[in-house]
């Protein structure tokens, strides 16, 4: 199991580059990012089904170009997101001066957010980002440290079975071409009983894993029982 310990360098450059080139067209639904477009509406309702976003202060972690942050706020949540990719980073504030949905974005780490700001946040949102660090154990102790005892953490991320290998690299990368190539390494993917054990070691309570099941032929997602490709989780910081 990967060390827990904090890690403020937990990326990979290469990672960061590829969604970098994605920047400019991360707001477009028929682009690169058609897929992550279709299953935001699916990460929005897990998160509104456990918590009210009305007033709360929430963390998007991995922001990206900010789908899931400007859904957040709109829904009335005080947002702050983070990520590494400072063109992304620019293209989130660009579409939040178009959209008029206030986000506070920074160019940070979890690992430097969490030293500054402990016990600050009622939920956390980091979706599809753990397969894409180092150390995904890091990320999630610094989430930990930044919750509030109560809050909660929503994480989505893929399962490394051969069903995930088939769908999200074989056909989303190679044959559909839904997703650029590249965007996944098998070996990154996580498996449920994984993250239960990290977010364990983080002092969490795992409350919830469901499946998040992209459909491709009318391009939308919807929580599901099925949990061997995309799934979803919730975890507690006990009172």
């Keep these: 199991m990967t060390s827990a310990q904090p890690n403020e360098d937990n990326f990979r450059q290469a990672e960061l ?4 080139e994605l920047a400019h ?4 639904p028929d682009g690169p ?10 990460r929005l309702s897990y ?15 991995g922001c990206g170009g900010g789908l899931l942050s400007e859904a957040m706020a709109a829904a009335g949540a005080d947002v702050t997101a983070i990520d590494l990719a400072p063109d992304l ?7 939040g001066l178009e959209s008029g949905v206030k986000v506070d974005y920074r160019q940070m780490p979890a690992e430097a957010l969490a030293e500054e700001s402990p016990a600050t946040f009622d ?21 930990a440290t930044m919750l509030k005892p109560g ?32 965007t996944h390494q098998y070996r990154d993917f996580i498996k449920p009983s994984e993250l239960a054990g990290w977010l364990r070691e983080a002092g969490l309570e795992l409350e919830d894993v469901s ?6 032929w009318r391009n939308a997602a919807r929580i599901g029982r099925r949990t061997d490709v995309n799934y979803l989780a919730c975890a507690r910081k006990p009172e």
Aim: glycine share 6%; hydrophobic share 50%; charged share 20%.
């Design 25 to 28: 067209r991360w707001w477009d």
């Design 123 to 143: 939920a956390i949102a980091c979706m599809e980002m753990l397969e894409h660090v180092p150390s995904p154990p890091s990320v999630l102790q610094a989430c």
């Design 47 to 61: 998160i509104t089904d456990r918590i009210t976003l009305q007033g709360a202060r929430v963390l998007d972690v």
């Design 33 to 42: 990012q058609k897929a992550l477009h279709a299953l935001n509406p699916a």
């Design 151 to 182: 809050g909660r953490l929503f994480l989505s991320t893929l399962n490394r079975t051969p069903a995930a290998f088939a769908l999200a690299i074989v056909g989303a990368e190679y044959i559909a071409r839904i997703l650029p190539k590249g």
């Design 17 to 20: 580059d590829r969604f970098n």
């Design 211 to 216: 499946g998040l099941v992209y459909e491709p």
């Design 89 to 95: 980073l620019k293209i989130a504030r660009l579409h």
